[in-house]
Nanobody, 115 residues
Framework: QVYLVESGGGSVQAGGSLRLSCRTS????????MGWYRQAPGKQRDLIAA???????NYTESVKGRFTISRDNARNTVWLQMNSLNVEDTADYYC?????????WGRGTRVTVSS
């Protein structure tokens, strides 16, 4: 069974920081590309950051320079460090991976940024 469990969300004022974690089990984590998505109220779920098995990363334009995705293969964990948060970053954040052509998601963690 594949499990992804996010944590680290919360409420923060604009300009603040949060670090999200996604702990995984049931997969050979080190070979998996991992993604962080977010879904704001009334909007679709969008990919914001991804990290490949070789450690290469990519980001959507709106978070470049503010968010950093990283991974620890020994801990089967991927993180999302979020700095300089603004109200537009308010959303539910999900980690995701694909295995045997199926997408797996955690339940998400909520981030609320107030002005």
């Amino acid at each position: 069974q594949v499990y992804l469990v996010e944590s680290g969300g919360g409420s923060v004022q604009a300009g603040g920081s949060l670090r999200l974690s996604c702990r995984t089990s049931g997969i050979n984590f080190k070979i998996h590309r991992m993604g962080w998505y977010r879904q704001a109220p009334g909007k679709q779920r969008d990919l914001i950051a991804a990290i490949s098995s070789d450690g290469s990363t990519n980001y959507t334009e709106s978070v470049k320079g503010r968010f950093t995705i990283s991974r620890d293969n020994a801990r089967n964990t991927v993180w999302l460090q979020m700095n300089s948060l603004n109200v537009e970053d308010t959303a539910d954040y999900y980690c995701q991976t694909t295995w045997r052509s199926a997408n797996y998601w955690g339940r998400g963690t909520r981030v609320t940024v107030s002005s």
